[in-house]
């Protein structure tokens, strides 16, 4: 590992004058979850690394009235423990705790999860169907960017060389809202996702209608996507049967692009997003679309 200079700012604003100054040439790091690994594998190009990991100014969870604040130093625990999460935004809270042991959620970072850019992160499909918006600062200040126009790519994201995350806003779930998150990895405990899928829907006044579907899947193409044929098809069908719910699953079939790795083929991952999203539906419809 090559050796590199280390910046420890005390605040916010110190942090975002050093990343101003030195931009592309200085990688923040939060948990170093992600980049200690690549570190080691000679994958970081910068020579100099910005902790910020004990900036006050990142941490916690905030209750917005329909939103949900989530600073981007926050780890993966904390949102775990956090009432307002398991209550209000479950599907993120099934997610977070999908995530790797709780040695990796006791440090790993939300901010890094999704600045990581890696199409199987799983708190993005979450975010995803949360709507959720990332909060960038630099001096020059803040930003937001809705999650879906964040990700160019595994690993390249909208980010400015003079700007950090700072924080997450999401919907919260209302009475009217369910949904899931499931992932399929290679073995269970810390397994990285070959594909997994966050849903939520709204429910009409009609049973078994919906007046809002939302529908992400990760690691089934180079980012996270928003699987918008389902989505129509939940919208325009009532979900009545196993058979409809089938039919519509199946559709996932036209929204995803997965190249094969060691994680699974190609083949499998497209016939896994199907099985997830039907899985997912179903256990819904079972539970007759209950929270
Ligand atoms: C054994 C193991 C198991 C894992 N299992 C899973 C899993 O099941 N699911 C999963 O999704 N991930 C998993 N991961 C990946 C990782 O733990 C998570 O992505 C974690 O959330 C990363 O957060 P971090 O704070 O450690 O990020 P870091 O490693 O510190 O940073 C990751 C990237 O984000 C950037 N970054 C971090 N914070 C900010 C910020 N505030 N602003 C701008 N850029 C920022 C860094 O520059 C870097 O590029 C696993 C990792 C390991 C080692």
Do not use: C
């Not at 000679?42 to 917005?64: A, C, F, H, T, Y």
């Not at 089934?220 to 979900?239: D, M, W």
């Amino acid at each position: 590992m090559k050796e590199l200079d280390y910046f420890f700012p005390k605040t916010l604003e110190e942090a975002l004058q050093i990343k101003n100054e030195l931009k592309g040439s200085i990688r923040v790091i939060a948990g170093g979850t992600d980049l200690v690994v690549r570190l080691k594998q000679d994958q970081v190009n910068e020579d100099m690394l910005l902790d910020v990991s004990r900036l006050e100014e990142l941490k916690g969870i905030e209750d917005k009235g329909d939103m949900i604040y989530i600073g981007a130093g926050t780890t993966h625990t904390e949102i775990l423990e956090n009432p307002l999460i398991k209550d209000k935004a479950p599907i993120l809270y099934d997610a977070v705790k999908s995530i790797g042991s709780p040695q990796i959620r006791n440090i790993g970072t939300i901010g890094g999860n999704v600045a990581n850019a890696s199409p199987a992160g799983d708190s993005i499909p979450a975010l995803f169907v949360l709507l959720a918006k990332l909060h960038l600062k630099s001096v020059d200040g803040v930003r937001s960017v809705p999650i879906e126009d964040f990700f160019l790519g595994p690993g390249k994201t909208a980010i400015k060389d003079n700007e950090i995350i700072i924080g997450i806003e999401l919907d919260k779930m209302q009475e009217k809202d369910i949904g899931f998150f499931r992932k399929v990895g290679q073995r269970k405990g810390t397994a990285i996702s070959v594909v997994n899928a966050a849903v939520r829907l709204t429910k009409d006044s009609v049973p078994n209608k919906f007046s809002k579907a939302f529908v992400a899947l990760g690691a089934v193409a180079p980012t996270v996507v928003r699987a918008k044929i389902v989505e129509n098809a939940i919208l325009s069908e009532t979900l009545d049967s196993l058979d409809k719910i089938m039919y519509i699953s199946r559709l996932v079939y036209r929204e995803v692009s997965p190249i094969t790795d060691v994680r699974g083929s190609l083949e499998y991952r497209r016939d896994v997003s199907i099985n997830i999203v039907y899985e997912g539906l179903a256990d819904l419809f079972l539970n007759g679309f209950r929270r």
